[in-house]
């Protein structure tokens, strides 16, 4: 009887388990961009009543919190990427200027400690580049707190500071193995293509419908235009657009296959560095390429075909370049060779002064510097004017100097040689990563040169990107001495 009646119920649940309707995944996607839609049209309809930066931002924050919670931890990590390279927008709250990327690390550290306390507690085996970074932004704090002439406002600063470079943790975090690092690599680089094709988007808009979005009108002499995308000015884009760029030719040239959205990205990256006009993105890209060029000589990755299908493709982008940007580029670069600052915006010459201005503060307090972006504080606009209203040195090294000494500069290169001393092991071996590896590298030494007249360091999309590099490398040296041990064993 009792074998009857558990042999029915068998029966029943088979039936029940048999009758499971499974969703599949185009129909959740069908779905999901339904809400989508249909929350940006309700978004659309209540700003007409209500300020848009209110209804948008409040939108923007419930698909952060749902996108991380849904699909932990790439959700995360997805957050973190896109809002990285949103630092244009921003709210002021109390003083503060705040952005995208503050709100996302704050969501995904409050996700984080939930999980921590209901037992969620993976190993973190942290390398000495992150030790020696975690005592940078130590230093910042201490010097901001003992040496400021304004305590208050250089710790405000390096909290800010604190919440930028946090990205660069959450990402060593959570990406611990190859098939998080690809498909975190892979939301890195949908995200810098789907934010140059924005880019052009500006800037074709603004030519034709004399639009203002995305551009700042009149930023250089002769009234040209830059553009900016999404990014806090058009030279950031340049630098991200050209760090983008150098990775996706990295890529191009490492792989076996000859993908065609490689191609595509690239062009899309090359465009919106031409149409940043930024200077520093277009002699760093430049520089670069012929350093990597002769290392792609020496690994034999140059391939006759390879090299004629990107010429094919660069004849298509040369013209429409030639006709829009070309006389400007043409003339920024001419102008900086021929030293006539004068002509120019006093964007170059400010830069060459705040530099000069700094060297007396850095030479009064040489060990710990004089706080978090205590430059502002200590400027004296208007025996400068050409400083502006909010002075800013845009040299990194001469930055961290003058806010935090010559301990400061110290921590902060000993990150990039330990990273670096991991990158030179990493090229010598033939690893599965590898390639992901080179190609960060190479979008960082972008950065390297670029933010000698533009400083970025104080923004995320930095340390997202050193962030992934710093986790390649672990994850790449990881696999091989776990595959070195299964050898051995």
């Not at 948008?56 to 699909?71: P, Q, S």
């Not at 330990?418 to 190479?442: P, T």
Request: hydrophobic share 50%; aromatic share 10%.
């Amino acid at each position: 009887m009792s074998s009857s009646i558990l042999g029915s119920a068998g029966k029943i649940s088979s039936s029940r388990s048999s009758n499971k309707v499974t969703i599949p995944p185009s129909s959740r996607l069908l779905f999901l961009a339904f809400l989508g839609i249909s929350a940006l049209l309700g978004g659309l309809l209540l700003s007409q009543f209500v300020p848009g930066s209110y209804v948008f931002g409040v939108l923007a924050l419930v698909a952060a919190c749902g996108t991380a919670l849904i699909r932990w931890p790439e959700g995360g990590l997805l957050v973190i990427v896109v809002a990285s390279v949103m630092p244009r927008v921003s709210v002021e709250i109390g003083g503060w200027n705040s952005r995208p990327e503050h709100y996302a690390v704050g969501i995904v550290l409050l996700i984080l400690c939930f999980r921590w306390v209901r037992g969620e507690r993976p190993r973190i085996k942290l390398t000495s580049a992150d030790c020696f970074l975690i005592a940078y932004l130590l230093l910042n704090y201490l010097s901001s707190a003992l040496m400021s002439p304004e305590p208050k406002q250089t710790l405000r600063s390096a909290l800010l500071t604190n919440l930028a470079i946090m990205p660069y943790f959450l990402i060593r975090f959570f990406v611990k193995d190859d098939r998080i690092l690809r498909w975190a690599f892979k939301v890195f680089l949908a995200t810098g293509i789907l934010e140059g094709a924005y880019a052009l988007v500006t800037f074709t808009s603004y030519h034709i419908f004399d639009t203002s979005f995305g551009v700042e009108v009149g930023q250089y002499a002769g009234s040209v235009d830059g553009v900016y995308g999404t990014h806090l000015e058009a030279n950031f884009l340049g630098s991200y657009s050209a760090s983008l760029a150098i990775m996706l030719l990295v890529l191009y040239f490492l792989s076996d296959r000859r993908p065609a959205w490689l191609l595509t990205g690239l062009i899309v990256a090359l465009y919106a560095m031409v149409a940043s006009l930024a200077r520093a993105a277009l002699l760093s890209f430049a520089v670069v390429s012929i350093l990597l060029a002769f290392l792609g000589l020496v690994m034999r990755a140059l391939r006759p075909k390879k090299l004629l299908l990107l010429a094919g493709c660069l004849i298509l982008f040369v013209p429409p370049i030639a006709l829009t940007r070309g006389r400007y580029i043409a003339e920024r670069l001419t102008n900086l060779a021929q030293g006539r600052l004068q002509d120019e915006s006093e964007t170059a010459a400010g830069r060459i002064v705040a530099w000069t201005a700094t060297i007396g503060d850095i030479r009064q307090h040489p060990i710990l510097g004089t706080g978090t972006a205590s430059f502002q504080l200590m400027a004296d606009a208007t025996l400068l004017p050409m400083l502006g209203d909010r002075p800013w040195v845009g040299n990194t090294a001469i930055r961290i100097l003058h806010d935090t000494g010559l301990v400061g500069l110290l921590l902060f290169g000993s990150v990039f040689l330990g990273i670096g001393a991991q990158v030179k092991n990493i090229i010598n071996l033939k690893r599965q990563g590898r390639e992901i590896v080179i190609a960060l590298s190479a979008g960082c030494l972008i950065y390297t040169f670029a933010f000698m007249s533009t400083e970025g360091t104080m923004l995320s999309f930095f340390w997202v990107h050193t962030g992934l590099l710093a986790s390649a490398c672990s994850v790449c040296i990881t696999s091989r001495e776990s595959s070195v041990g299964c050898q051995t064993s």
